[in-house]
């Protein structure tokens, strides 16, 4: 967390992070993690400020409607914080709004009659006079510039990546593809990377892992935890489950207790998350 506060401070151009591992890893803990350290951080400074965005990757059909509510989430995000960042938020509505202005049917605009063929015309100019590739990318060099200016740094997170349909996995990043071009802004996400990259497969022919790759900037891959640490943390946490039930044991009883709970249950504790649950 301090390495993406610090070590980046005077970047401006966007980073993705990606964070993997497999099922019960700890990857939720340390994204959660991060997200806090970022927050003190800049609870304590005035010369930048920081946002957090939990984005929740779930409820969404389509790549449009992706970007739109991402979009809203970020500009709602925005609004709640400084004036700086409410003229930021200003900004990423108006792109919002020439978004919608593009996925909108266009015979959504033709109520009835007998002239549908000149509406629909009339509707296609509109659209791209309105919302021109060329005027959805001066929108964004626009809050380029906003977030520059106002000092603004997002941190934009993005959890249970792999828990997603696989056409869901590559619209995630599509998403960030397309999003990884704002300044000031970092990208974490978290993914069992066999499982992305499997699902990126289906799309790309089996080049799934150079897609994934051309995306993801800094790799931090979880360490497998050994049996070792697994049987000691399980040890730890039946010592704090009797001392609430008011068993006292001493060393040596725990000690012995724990080597007989883990005979029993080491066949079913893979992750540290089987220990808790």
Same mark, same amino acid.
């Given at each position: 967390?301090?390495?993406?506060?610090?070590?980046?401070?005077?970047?401006?151009?966007?980073?993705?992070?990606?964070?993997?591992?497999?099922?019960?890893?700890?990857?939720?803990?340390?994204?959660?993690?991060?997200?806090?350290?970022?927050?003190?951080?800049?609870?304590?400074?005035?010369?930048?400020?920081?946002?957090?965005?939990?984005?929740?990757?779930?409820?969404?059909?389509?790549?449009?409607?992706?970007?739109?509510?991402?979009?809203?989430?970020?500009?709602?995000?925005?609004?709640?914080?400084?004036?700086?960042?409410?003229?930021?938020?200003?900004?990423?509505?108006?792109?919002?709004?020439?978004?919608?202005?593009?996925?909108?049917?266009?015979?959504?605009?033709?109520?009835?009659?007998? #002239?549908?063929?000149?509406?629909?015309?009339?509707?296609?100019?509109?659209?791209?006079?309105?919302?021109?590739?060329?005027?959805?990318?001066?929108?964004?060099?626009?809050?380029?510039?906003? #977030?520059?200016?106002?000092?603004?740094?997002?941190?934009?997170?993005?959890?249970?990546?792999?828990?997603?349909?696989?056409?869901?996995?590559?619209?995630?990043?599509?998403?960030?593809?397309?999003?990884?071009?704002?300044?000031?802004?970092?990208?974490?996400?978290?993914?069992?990377?066999?499982?992305?990259?499997?699902?990126?497969?289906?799309?790309?022919?089996?080049?799934?892992?150079?897609?994934?790759?051309?995306?993801?900037?800094?790799?931090?891959?979880?360490?497998?935890?050994?049996?070792?640490? #697994?049987?000691?943390?399980?040890?730890?946490?039946?010592?704090?489950?009797?001392?609430?039930?008011?068993?006292?044991?001493?060393?040596?009883?725990?000690?012995?207790?724990?080597?007989?709970?883990?005979?029993?249950?080491?066949?079913?504790?893979?992750?540290?998350?089987?220990?808790?649950?």
């Amino acid at each position: 967390a301090e390495g993406l506060i610090h070590g980046y401070q005077q970047e401006r151009e966007a980073l993705v992070v990606g964070i993997h591992g497999p099922w019960g890893s700890g990857k939720s803990s340390l994204v959660n993690l991060i997200a806090k350290v970022i927050a003190q951080y800049y609870h304590k400074t005035e010369e930048e400020l920081g946002i957090v965005l939990k984005f929740n990757p779930w409820m969404f059909s389509g790549q449009q409607e992706l970007q739109l509510i991402f979009l809203r989430e970020l500009a709602a995000r925005l609004y709640a914080k400084t004036e700086a960042a409410q003229q930021v938020a200003k900004q990423v509505n108006q792109l919002l709004g020439r978004l919608e202005a593009l996925a909108k049917p266009i015979t959504s605009w033709i109520p009835y009659g007998g #002239l549908a063929q000149q509406a629909i015309g009339f509707g296609q100019k509109a659209t791209e006079q309105f919302s021109s590739p060329q005027d959805v990318q001066r929108l964004k060099e626009k809050i380029d510039a906003a #977030l520059q200016k106002s000092n603004i740094r997002l941190y934009i997170t993005i959890d249970d990546i792999a828990r997603l349909t696989f056409a869901e996995i590559e619209h995630i990043f599509q998403l960030v593809k397309l999003n990884a071009n704002f300044a000031n802004t970092v990208f974490i996400l978290a993914y069992d990377q066999e499982v992305v990259v499997n699902a990126l497969d289906q799309k790309f022919a089996g080049r799934g892992q150079q897609y994934l790759e051309k995306i993801v900037q800094v790799d931090y891959g979880l360490p497998k935890i050994n049996r070792h640490t #697994l049987k000691a943390l399980l040890r730890e946490r039946m010592g704090v489950v009797l001392e609430g039930l008011g068993v006292q044991l001493s060393l040596e009883e725990g000690i012995e207790a724990g080597s007989e709970s883990w005979k029993g249950v080491e066949g079913y504790i893979r992750t540290v998350r089987d220990i808790y649950r």
